[in-house]
């Protein structure tokens, strides 16, 4: 069975940084795609970044772009969100996703969300 588990959630002041990370664990062939995806309250969850296997292509919402970095160490199956500048706007709960390969079967997995609050 897979399993992500994200971590590094928490409050931080307007303009500052955050690093949130995810690793994957389980019976793991491949990980193909691995995203970040974001929910705040009363709005639908939305695509954040997203980052394929080979690490050479990335692609941004427009209200993150040169303020977020997605990365990802393959070696470790973990995939990174490094949010700078932060803003109110940021805040919300984040989730991890990923296209995995297993042993047995592809398949579509979600981790359980780490809370961002930005706020003085």
């Known amino acids: 069975q897979v399993r992500l588990v994200e971590s590094g959630g928490g409050l931080v002041q307007p303009g500052g940084s955050l690093r949130l990370s995810c690793a994957a664990s389980?019976?793991?062939?491949?990980?193909?795609?691995m995203a970040w995806y974001r929910e705040a309250p009363g709005k639908q969850r939305e695509l954040v970044a997203t980052?394929?296997?080979?690490?050479?292509?990335?692609r941004y919402a427009d209200s993150v772009k040169g303020r977020f970095t997605i990365s990802r160490d393959n070696a470790l199956n973990t995939v990174y969100l490094q949010m700078n500048s932060l803003k109110p706007d940021d805040t919300a709960v984040y989730y991890c996703?990923?296209?995995?390969?297993?042993?047995?079967?592809?398949?579509?997995?979600w981790g359980q969300g780490t809370q961002v609050t930005v706020s003085s």
């Open positions: 996703n990923a296209d995995i390969r297993t042993t047995d079967s592809r398949g579509n997995y």
């Open positions: 389980g019976r793991i062939s491949s990980i193909y795609v």
């Open positions: 980052i394929l296997g080979s690490s050479s292509f990335t």
